[in-house]
């Protein structure tokens, strides 16, 4: 089984960057799709972004509203995954969550593991 921790949320200006970690531990990443959703207050969890597993052709696909600002990546040889994301906004400010699942998807029921999230403000 494997679990996932966030990390590298904080505090930063719009139209800054941030790179979001989510480490894993227990079991390999390398076999799980990787996504990362988002969760402001008053509103449901929200689809950021996916990539597949390791070994596969596939580009990472991303929601409408990150407009080629987010990128997602992994390493492997580190188990973990990442978002870097740039021109950060206010409407960016949400906690953050990565999720691994068998299947790519922007459903969250899709997911089986879960990090503990980590929080994004971005003031103006």
């Known amino acids: 089984q494997v679990q996932l921790v966030e990390s590298g949320g904080g505090l930063v200006q719009a139209g800054g960057s941030l790179r979001l970690s989510c480490a894993a531990s227990?079991?390999?990443?390398?076999?799980?799709?990787v996504a990362w959703f988002r969760q402001a207050p008053g509103r449901d969890r929200e689809f950021v972004g996916v990539?597949?597993?390791?070994?596969?052709?596939?580009?990472?696909e991303y929601a409408d509203f990150v407009k080629g600002r987010f990128t997602i990546s992994r390493d492997d040889a580190k188990n973990t995954a990442y978002l870097q994301m740039t021109s950060l906004k206010p409407e960016d400010t949400a906690l953050y969550y990565c999720a691994a699942g068998g299947v790519g998807s922007d459903a969250p029921v899709q997911y089986a593991h879960w990090g503990q999230g980590t929080q994004v403000t971005v003031s103006s």
């Open positions: 990539i597949g597993w390791s070994g596969m052709i596939r580009n990472p």
């Open positions: 227990g079991r390999s990443l390398s076999n799980y799709y």
